[in-house]
């Protein structure tokens, strides 16, 4: 089993930057790729940005260029830098993890909420 928590948001204007974070615990060594996705209401969970075990990231087209993903493999941290965020970014925002064996697992979500 691996627990996540996460941690972050909070209530900004446009054009201003959060920093989430993301701490695995348990299990930890399974981990292979980490994630950041988000709902916001009324919509479907969408993959807003991924990172592999070998550094390899990915991020959902409305993010490229604003948000940065890293990870901290000796602290089991995965963080979601957001830069120049906009009202539509407003969402909850869950961390995931997938291991080895491509079991996923997901944290309880933190609210990023953007005013105009």
């Known amino acids: 089993q691996v627990q996540l928590a996460e941690s972050g948001g909070g209530l900004v204007q446009a054009g201003e930057s959060l920093r989430l974070s993301c701490t695995a615990s348990?299990?930890?060594?399974?981990?292979?790729?980490m994630g950041w996705s988000r709902q916001a209401p009324g919509k479907q969970r969408e993959l807003v940005a991924s990172i592999s075990g070998d550094g390899t990231t990915n991020y959902a087209d409305s993010v490229k260029g604003r948000f940065t993903i890293s990870r901290d493999d000796g602290k089991n941290v995965v963080y979601l830098q957001m830069n120049s965020l906009k009202p539509e970014d407003t969402a909850v925002y869950f961390c995931?993890?997938?291991?080895?064996?491509?079991?996923?697992?997901w944290g309880q979500g933190t609210q990023v909420t953007v005013s105009s």
């Open positions: 995931n993890v997938r291991t080895h064996l491509l079991i996923a697992y």
């Open positions: 348990g299990r930890t060594f399974s981990i292979n790729a």
